[in-house]
C-alpha cells in the first residue's frame, strides 16, 4: 500500500462515513415529515429545518476531507507516520458524522411526529435534535486538532 493511498484513505473516510450519516439521517426525518405534511402541509416551514438538521454532519465530513486533500497536496514526500496521522485525523468526523447523522435523523423524526401533534412545540424538538449535533461537532474539532500536528 502507498504512503499517498493511506493518507487519501482518511480523507475519502471522512466525507464518506459523514455522508452515509447524513443521507440515512436525512431519509429518516424526511419520511415522518412527509407523512405529517401528507395531513397538514401547513407545517412544511416547522419540519425544514427538522428534515435538514440531519445533513450537517456530511458537511463536517467534506470540509475535514478538503482540509486533508489540502494537507496532502502541500507535503512534497509524504513521510509514513504523516501519511497515518492523515488517515486517523479523518476518522473522528467520518464516525461521529455517521452515527450522530443518524441517531439525530430518528430524534428529528420524532420531533415531526410531536409536531404534527403540537405544532407549538416544534422548537422543543428541534433543540433535542442539537445534542445529538454536539457529537458531531465533537468528532469535526478533534479531526480538526488533528490537522495541525501533521507534517
Not at 507516520?81 to 464516525?95: H, M, N, S, Y
Request: proline share 3%; charged share 10%; glycine share 14%.
Amino acid at each position: 500500500m502507498t504512503v499517498n493511498l493511506i493518507a487519501y484513505m482518511g480523507a475519502a473516510l471522512a466525507c464518506a462515513l459523514a455522508g452515509i450519516g447524513s443521507s440515512v439521517g436525512v431519509g429518516i426525518a424526511a419520511q415522518a415529515s412527509t407523512g405529517v405534511m401528507s395531513v397538514d402541509p401547513k407545517k412544511f416551514g416547522k419540519l425544514l429545518l427538522l428534515s435538514a438538521l440531519p445533513g450537517t454532519q456530511g458537511i463536517y465530513g467534506f470540509v475535514i476531507a478538503f482540509l486533508l486533500l489540502q494537507k496532502i497536496a502541500g507535503i512534497s514526500a509524504l513521510e509514513p507516520a504523516d501519511a497515518w496521522v492523515i488517515f486517523t485525523a479523518g476518522l473522528p468526523v467520518g464516525l461521529a458524522g455517521l452515527l450522530s447523522g443518524i441517531h439525530q435523523g430518528k430524534v428529528c423524526a420524532s420531533g415531526a411526529m410531536m409536531t404534527a401533534k403540537q405544532p407549538d412545540d416544534s422548537g422543543k424538538a428541534l433543540i433535542l435534535a442539537v445534542f445529538v449535533e454536539f457529537y458531531a461537532i465533537l468528532g469535526f474539532l478533534v479531526s480538526f486538532l488533528m490537522l495541525g500536528q501533521i507534517g
